[in-house]
């Protein structure tokens, strides 16, 4: 694995490259936010995981993912806070970050969260490939049917009423699958941690709110909202009062 480290603390920077090595994966570090974001852009494709401090020296962490974000919507970030504010950590996970870890923080428990990522950030890329010979018939081959929706794991794409849900983040697309899977099935916050994140959060369910919110935005851009809250518990797709287009 590659990871891009933006980190201004170079005790944490030496104490994580450490652990890296003994995983095996390769790092670099970048020491504020205007390095980030060059050694990000100069090769894009290289890396497979960015773990982003908020507080950085020019740009900050905020600044930064929504430059990544402009270029990728699917590198995995991890980003590291030191601030216990939850509009900052929601706010993190708005501009693109997939999880935070507050500091100070164990190594041990940053290390499982980025094998959490980086595994389902490649189940996510092995799905987009599609089925080699069959590739040609992925876009008519969907796994979740409703009335008005439709989702292709293969090709990573969502319908609403045929109109294609544009932009989704890995995360965004396994969280979508998940509740639209089991039809107006309440799933509680702390069940969607455990089937989209694949981890504990240990009681945080911020993250869920967070994603929830972004990917009603993008529903909403082309049909109805199929998300719902149930209050006091969590969400659920439902599409019943959904009207279908006539072609």
Avoid: C
């Amino acid at each position: 694995m590659n990871i891009l480290m933006v980190e201004d603390n170079t005790s944490v920077s030496e104490m994580m490259g450490m652990f890296f090595k003994k995983e095996g994966w390769d790092v670099t570090f970048a020491y504020d936010g205007n390095d980030a974001v060059t050694e990000f852009t100069s090769k894009p494709e290289f890396w497979d995981l960015i773990i982003l401090d908020l507080n950085l020296p020019g740009l900050d962490g905020m600044q930064v993912a929504v430059k990544i974000r402009e270029i990728t919507s699917t590198t995995p970030i991890i980003m590291l806070t030191a601030r216990d504010s939850e509009s900052d950590q929601v706010l993190g996970l708005e501009m693109g970050a997939d999880d935070y870890v507050t500091k100070p923080f164990s190594p041990i428990t940053l290390i499982a969260r980025i094998k959490a990522l980086h595994r389902r950030a490649e189940v996510s890329g092995s799905a987009s490939k599609g089925n080699g010979n069959a590739a040609n018939d992925a876009h008519e081959e969907f796994d979740v049917v409703t009335r008005t929706f439709k989702l292709n794991s293969n090709t990573r794409e969502a319908y609403l009423n045929d109109k294609l849900i544009k932009d989704l983040t890995p995360k965004e697309f396994d969280l979508l699958k998940v509740l639209a899977n089991k039809q107006r099935q309440v799933f509680s916050r702390e069940q969607l941690l455990q089937l989209v994140w694949d981890y504990e959060y240990f009681g945080d369910e911020r993250t869920v709110d967070a994603h929830v919110k972004k990917l009603r935005q993008k529903i909403e851009k082309v049909g109805p909202q199929v998300i719902q809250t149930v209050w006091g518990v969590g969400y659920k797709f439902d599409d019943s009062s959904v009207v279908e287009e006539q072609a």
